[in-house]
């Protein structure tokens, strides 16, 4: 499907750092194209020419994650904002509708489980789905906005950080409101930006 939609490039999927400190999980998530999100990890990729895909969220946004509810957590999710202009690197703002109405995830003990993913980078998810832990049948549809242009900074302001940060806000803004129509979602149905 990323052929299709993105023909001749070649991505890496930027995952938390802990899911490479377990056996067998670790060479699952290389086989699949995923690599550690550590900064030197991600420059290495810039540098052999790939193109990285990754959830501003992370686990922060799949921990708190609620069927029916269309949330973001990227207010203070700027990192990647800065390696973009580092590298001269265009954004691409992507949304996944259904991802988020895939599981029931529960709330039991989540105080607890978010502090231990702040500390150690790591979610215990609690979800339960279909059958159990087999996910709920959902369309999945993820869509992509235009790319952003970015001119290569080297060592970029804050300011010229929040600026392409709000412009991607609102590119996926705009993305979110153009397209939950197409996709079977009313009208009152809106994307929620929260810090995190």
Request: with cysteine; charged share 20%.
């Amino acid at each position: 499907l990323w052929d299709r939609a993105f023909p001749g490039i070649d991505f890496r999927v930027l995952t938390a750092t802990a899911a490479f400190r377990v056996p067998v999980i670790r060479e699952m998530w290389l086989w699949s194209y995923c690599i550690d999100a550590s900064k030197s990890v991600a420059v290495r990729a810039l540098h052999q020419g790939k193109s990285l895909l990754l959830y501003p969220g992370g686990i922060k946004e799949q921990m708190m994650t609620e069927r029916g509810k269309h949330r973001v957590y990227l207010k203070n999710r700027k990192g990647f904002i800065k390696l973009a202009l580092q590298h001269g690197c265009s954004l691409v703002p992507i949304y996944v509708f259904g991802e988020s109405d895939l599981f029931h995830h529960w709330k039991l003990g989540r105080e607890v489980r978010v502090w231990m993913a702040d500390t150690f980078g790591a979610a215990i998810m609690l979800v339960s789905g279909s059958l159990g832990l087999l996910p709920f049948r959902v369309p999945i549809t993820g869509v992509s906005g235009p790319p952003i242009a970015v001119e290569k900074v080297e060592h970029p302001t804050q300011k010229q950080i929040d600026d392409l940060h709000a412009t991607y806000v609102q590119a996926l803004q705009q993305l979110f409101d153009s397209q939950k129509a197409t996709y079977g979602y009313s009208k009152d149905d809106v994307m929620e930006i929260y810090l995190s």
